[in-house]
């Protein structure tokens, strides 16, 4: 035997005698040598297993006799397994203990790492780890002593989500007979009951105009969560004549004889009559939007958003069959009588009271206890604007999934970073320059995706008729002069009566303040550096044929042919402008 063997032997019978219990209950004793070898090597093999080895001497190892042999038959099969891999293994419960100790052994170069072994096979001596044994002398730990098991956690099993179901239905139910006495009847159709005393003949029209309204809603926010008793989604309304006689019919609950217009609660709400045909019908909407979006319990959407999208809902406009479209842009005031939203617009704008996009969606409960016509005007503006325009459209949509919660508002507050002042600059256009049927897609800020560039000496381009705010492509710099100048024509309106216009605009029809055809030239302002508000996003002059303009703003050059928003679409024709840096 070699000196490396007996070096090995001798600590394979210290382990061993520190392992006699161990080696016993394995079948290792003197009694049943064979039985032991054989299950030595059935846990060898599993630990080898583990690692993903097929190793082709396994099958005799049963074979050897010697000691000797034995362990330098096994060696060479698990030479290579990691020391401390084997430790994690035999510690955490995987493979029995007195696998780690022969396994520990084996790995500390005992078997084929014999110097005569090294020299007729021409392998390189393996290079020998601490030995575990030593560490028992320094620690007093025995790592041979039986290791406690321990259990893994109970599993975690989640509970299925609980269903949600709306609040449960609190309508009041009148006796008909009763309010027949009064002169007020009802009227019933899938999504509405409705309780009035005006003309029977106004009144039974509008419980499928509710019918109608409640499918948009479906469609633009989803449906509602069922009933625990399987019912349809129904509301019951009050439409007010005379209130003194809803009032003595019971109809008109104490805390809510005070309003001005209508009012809601739950699957209820409480109208006043109208004058005009399509405002009661406007009012009937706006109601009942309230009622499906703030049906159910939780945080609410901040008061614009709930008082914006009612009456962008109740914006509407029916047809000879009695179909109707739901959140439509005006076309004609003469066909949305007691809307008056766009005339309030321009009275607030002529005061100079206009509200940026941020301060329209701060617009809270204080400014809705101080005006009845004014926030909701604003409110009205910033919805349709978002949700009608084409590059905004698709976020503001993303709101109507969190009718309750604390997430619509952290989504608010991201959805339109990335683009904020070009945002901002489009809605101070809009609204300064609102109008009836006004066409959001021909009217969007048109920009390049390519960086703009600085103008070193001069520049050429072409601006449709047709189109609203483009780009320019250049840069301009605050304070520097810069020479503008435009030929050609273009036609305007085409489609009823036409005119031509050359780049002074035509004086036969004035829209903001200028003729019909005439260019202007914009600035979209550059972002601030030291990330300061800014004050104005967009700066406009006038321009025509030709001007030398020095801007206020450094930023982005933009040029349009001003032109009624309404009838923009119809033009055709460019201008060719140039810009020389002065």
Known sequence: MTTEARRNTERLVRAATKMNVHMRSAGLGSRDQGAGVTKLVSSASALAHSYQWKFAQTTKLCTVSSTEGFLSSIFDILNRINLQQAFRIVFLGHVPVYVCVFTFFLCSGCGS???????????????????????????GKDPFAPQEVVSPPPLQVEAPPQKIYRPDDTRTIPNVEDLAEFGIYKYESKRLILYTDVDPQVAATL??????????????????????????????????????????????????????????????????????????????????????????????????????????????????????????????????????????????????????????????????????????????????????????????????????????????????????????????????????????????????????????????????ANQGWQSSGYLVSKGKEYSISAIGQVTLDVSTKPWISEPQGVSIEYVNHLPIGRLEVGVLVEPQDNGELIEEVFEVQDCGRGAILQFENSGLLMFQVNDFASKRLGNRGEYEVSVELK
């Open 113 to 139: 790492t014999s110097e005569e072994e090294s020299a007729s096979t021409g392998k390189p001596q393996a290079t020998e780890p601490e030995w575990v044994a030593d560490e028992v002398e320094e620690t």
């Open 207 to 464: 419980p499928e105009v509710v019918d109608q309204a409640f499918d948009a809603l479906v469609a633009y926010f989803g449906e509602l969560p069922p009933a625990r008793s399987g019912a349809d989604f129904q509301m019951t309304g009050y439409l007010i004549g005379d209130r003194d006689l809803i009032l003595s019919a019971g109809l008109l609950p104490p805390d809510l004889s005070r309003f001005d217009h209508g009012q809601h609660r739950g699957q209820e709400f409480w109208m006043y009559e109208q004058k005009q045909d399509y405002y009661r019908r406007h009012l009937l909407v706006h109601e009942v939007t309230h009622c499906f979006m703030m049906l159910m319990p939780g945080i609410r959407p901040p008061l614009w958003y709930l008082e914006g999208m009612a009456e962008f809902f109740a914006t509407h406009r029916i047809d000879e069959d009695g179909n109707i479209e739901f959140g439509v842009m005006p076309e004609a005031s003469a066909n949305y009588r007691g809307f008056g939203r766009i005339e309030i617009l321009h009275a607030e704008v002529a005061a100079g009271r206009i509200l940026n996009i941020d301060s329209a969606s701060r617009l809270g409960v204080n400014e809705f206890a101080n005006s009845r016509s004014v926030p909701y005007a604003w409110s009205w503006a910033l919805c349709k604007f978002l949700d009608t325009h084409p590059r905004y459209q698709e976020r503001f949509r993303q709101l109507s999934n969190h009718l309750v919660g604390k997430e619509f508002q952290r989504l608010a507050d991201s959805l339109f970073v990335e683009d904020k002042i070009l945002l901002s600059a489009e809605w101070d256009q809009f609204i300064r320059r609102c109008e009836y049927d006004w066409d959001f897609r021909a009217n969007a800020f048109v920009v390049d995706e390519q960086k703009p560039s600085e103008i070193t000496r001069s520049a050429t381009m072409d601006i449709l």
